[in-house]
């Protein structure tokens, strides 16, 4: 049961943080992981028992900082925002309330990741991408279905285990993070990973990256620092897709 208990206006303190679920929104939009209005984006704001979320039946570029309500971890009631909590609330809200050290969740329909999911391979440690999901990143199996009920919910939490992600077989993909950023390129790092891997000649002999090389890799190229340089790359393409003078890109994938 759905509950409103304060008004649909938005409090001023949040505006920070909901102006960066738009900007993820948007980087989400752009890097091409909106799939009509499907996919949500989550934070935390000054309480561990409340989260802010998209509303739903929106694309990630028609998101503004007035497209998010104000949800209970339990999910049962809005704060803050006008309408219908998203179909998918129950991702957010037991993945929040099974990981205290988490703050920020991203779900997308990820087209790679959901078709990667459908091999039945494990990601390897093929691009450098590959390296920071080696042997952290789940698939939930036991639905292909939309995570619409709490106990899927806690199975969805339970397949994401202590790792930052995990791949929802014929679904997409679940990322989080303590902030929105890191959370955001997470999801952009594990597509482009499955994206690699996807590319690879069916029966061909894969010679992945060795575990000493795959350690040292997270250290340099996924340290805290390197990912905030990360979000800000993207942040300014974003600025420059906005502005119409973004470079085209050829993509291998």
Same mark, same amino acid.
């Given at each position: 049961m759905q509950t409103t208990?304060?008004? !649909?206006?938005?409090?001023?303190?949040?505006? !920070?943080?909901?102006?960066?679920?738009?900007?993820?929104?948007?980087?989400? =939009?752009?890097? /091409?992981? @909106?799939?009509? @209005?499907?996919g949500q984006v989550s934070a935390r704001f000054g309480r561990a028992d409340r989260f802010w979320v998209k509303a739903p039946a929106l694309g990630f570029d028609?998101?503004?900082?007035?497209? =998010?309500?104000?949800?209970?971890?339990d999910g049962g009631t809005i704060f803050r925002g006008? /309408?219908?909590?998203p179909p998918e609330w129950p991702i957010h809200s037991r993945v929040y309330r099974s990981r205290p050290?988490? @703050?920020?969740?991203? #779900?997308?329909?990820? =087209? #790679?990741a959901t078709v990667f999911s459908a091999t039945g391979m494990p990601l390897l440690p093929i691009s450098h991408d590959g390296c920071l999901f080696h042997k952290r990143v789940n698939i939930f199996s036991a639905t292909t279905n939309t995570i619409l009920d709490i106990e899927t919910g806690d199975r969805v939490a339970a397949a994401l285990a202590d790792n930052f992600a995990v791949i929802l077989k014929n679904h997409g993909i679940v990322t989080v993070g303590r902030n929105i950023k890191e959370a955001t390129v997470l999801a952009l790092l594990l597509e482009r990973a499955c994206a690699v891997q996807l590319a690879i000649p069916s029966g061909a002999s894969i010679d992945a990256s060795p575990d000493d090389d795959v350690a040292q890799k997270n250290q340099f190229i996924f340290s805290d620092a390197a990912i905030a340089t990360y979000w800000d790359y993207y942040r300014r393409r974003l600025s420059r897709a906005s502005m119409a003078t973004q470079l085209p890109e050829a993509r291998p994938f």
């Open positions: 208990v304060n008004s !649909p206006d938005m409090d001023l303190a949040s505006l !920070p943080l909901r102006k960066q679920l738009t900007v993820a929104s948007h980087i989400l =939009f752009v890097a /091409g992981q @909106n799939d009509i @209005n499907n028609e998101v503004t900082e007035n497209s =998010f309500l104000e949800l209970a971890v006008a /309408g219908h909590r050290d988490i @703050n920020a969740i991203v #779900h997308t329909h990820a =087209f #790679h």
